[in-house]
């Protein structure tokens, strides 16, 4: 079954704008990741956070993660075409909960317009 | 440096038809992964592999087998496929299974089933 849900499941917006998606999620983790597709093309690694961590910055993107709602958020910022992809957000279960593996959500749609 | 490659990247099949597709890594990562990608369904873990001649199923391994005969290799094999597999396959790869690890990923396979 699906760990993570996003929010919204598409999102159009115009070149220089911010983009927010979000992340649900059902258990307890270890880390939460946030990947991007291209269309036709496979999932590439954004960023990750861990349960104890509450905010996270890579460029123009920002992660937060609230593990009392268990729900997470990707911004980005001063959004450009190239950014329009399917982001995705992944959770892995605590260590002492068995074989760690990726659990993945069922993507936000992003399309960025110039 | 490939990285992560899947062949083939597009096949169409009759129902009743077997099939295998390949994964190939060159990074020396232990684990393996196969996944399926459907509309609104996210990607679904199907079989993973935690090392050479081990395998294990996932979420949806129902149609598939998997071997593991070579550490570079993991191989996803369809023995009579059915409409029900007409999906994006998606192979991918983490060094271990430790918390702060990503996953890299092929660059899909279409599969339809007719």
């Known amino acids: 079954s699906q760990q993570g849900e996003e929010d919204p499941q598409a999102l159009s917006i115009q070149e220089g704008e911010n983009a927010t998606m979000n992340c649900s999620y059902k258990?307890?983790?270890?880390?939460l990741q946030w990947y991007r597709q291209n269309s036709g093309r496979g999932l590439v690694h954004l960023i990750l956070?861990?349960?104890?961590?509450r905010e996270k910055h890579s460029g123009r993107l920002r992660v937060t993660l609230d593990t009392s709602k268990k729900s997470s958020s990707l911004l980005i910022t001063a959004s450009r075409a190239a950014d329009t992809a399917s982001y995705f957000c992944?959770?892995?279960?605590?260590?002492?909960?068995?074989?760690?593996?990726?659990?993945f959500g069922t993507g936000t749609r992003l399309l960025v317009s110039p | 440096n490939a990285g992560v490659t899947q062949t083939p990247k597009f096949r169409v099949l009759k129902t009743g038809q077997s099939m295998t597709l390949l994964c190939a890594q060159d990074?020396?990562?232990?684990?393996m992964y196969w996944y399926r990608q459907d509309p609104g369904m996210g990607l679904r873990l199907i079989h993973y592999?935690?090392?050479?001649?081990?395998?294990a199923k996932g979420e949806v391994p129902d149609g598939y087998n998997v071997s593991r005969l070579k550490k570079q290799n993991f191989l996803l094999g369809l023995e009579s496929a059915a409409p029900s597999q007409t999906s994006v396959y998606f192979c991918?790869?983490?060094?271990?299974?430790?918390?702060?690890?990503?996953?890299?990923f092929g660059q899909g396979t279409r599969l339809t089933v007719v």
């Open positions: 992944a959770t892995l279960p605590p260590m002492n909960t068995g074989f760690q593996k990726l659990v």
């Open positions: 258990t307890s983790i270890n880390n």
């Open positions: 956070i861990r349960s104890n961590e």
């Open positions: 990074m020396n990562h232990e684990y």
């Open positions: 592999s935690v090392g050479e001649g081990t395998t």
């Open positions: 991918a790869t983490t060094s271990g299974s430790r918390p702060n690890t990503e996953a890299f």
